[in-house]
T-cell receptor, first 113, second 110 residues
């Protein structure tokens, strides 16, 4: 049973560039959430996708956008990168009917220089 | 502002002891509560979930929830060096808004 997968593992970008991160949910899961985790902090909720729609959004600017595909996989896009966007980006998947238990992928480490 | 608070630690316990991790939350409508373990450089791993007041046991782990006091805890019995990690408390208000504490770093000394 495949768990949550994310790509790429690491990424280095320059300030002002755009980046796309990808996530495939755990088999049987239909909901994908994205989080940003800065060093020494807990994950911060960016947004959640269900049925290809953004269902809930955290306190992140419009530079952060996403998409969910019919196969439930998802992308996170960040435009106009800032140095402060450097973080571990985590994708978590869940089954809507399962008390919101979320399972995380390995994450993408983004470094903005 | 909905907050989830944890003691950042580090919490150090000897091997074989009980480790007690605590978490408080500010939003009274919170319904689902989770504990995640995160090893350095890795992603969080779900270890316990609890939804109603009282205790829930799973192997060496016991989660305790007191909604009246807005308090959730995790006990780790017979702590092992492999339990050394950061433990994250997460709270969900059933509006798909999962909030995490900053985590408590636990060190189990052989």
């Amino acid at each position: 049973d495949a768990g949550v997968t994310q790509s790429p593992t690491h990424l280095i970008k320059t300030r002002g560039q755009q980046v796309t991160l990808r996530c495939s949910p755990k088999s049987g899961h239909d909901t994908v959430s994205w989080y940003q985790q800065a060093l020494g902090q807990g994950p911060q909720f960016i947004f959640q996708y269900y049925e290809e729609e953004e269902r809930q959004r955290g306190n992140f600017p419009d530079r952060f956008s996403g998409h969910q595909f019919p196969n439930y996989s998802s992308e996170l896009n960040v435009n106009a990168l800032l140095l402060g966007d450097s973080a571990l980006y985590l994708c978590a998947s869940s089954d809507t009917g399962d008390y919101y238990e979320q399972y995380f992928g390995p994450g993408t480490r983004l470094t903005v220089t | 502002q909905k907050e989830v608070e944890q003691n950042s630690g580090p919490l150090s316990v000897p091997e074989g002891a009980i480790a007690s991790l605590n978490c408080t939350y500010s939003d009274r409508v919170s319904q689902s509560f989770f504990w995640y373990r995160q090893y350095s450089g890795k992603s969080p791993e779900l270890i316990m979930s609890i939804y109603s007041n009282g205790d829930k046991e799973d192997g060496r782990f016991t989660a305790q929830l007191n909604k009246a006091s807005q308090y959730v805890s995790l006990l780790i019995r017979d702590s092992q060096p492999s339990d050394s990690a950061t433990y994250l408390c997460a709270v969900n208000d059933n509006n798909n808004d999962m909030r995490f504490g900053a985590g408590t770093r636990l060190t189990v000394k052989p």
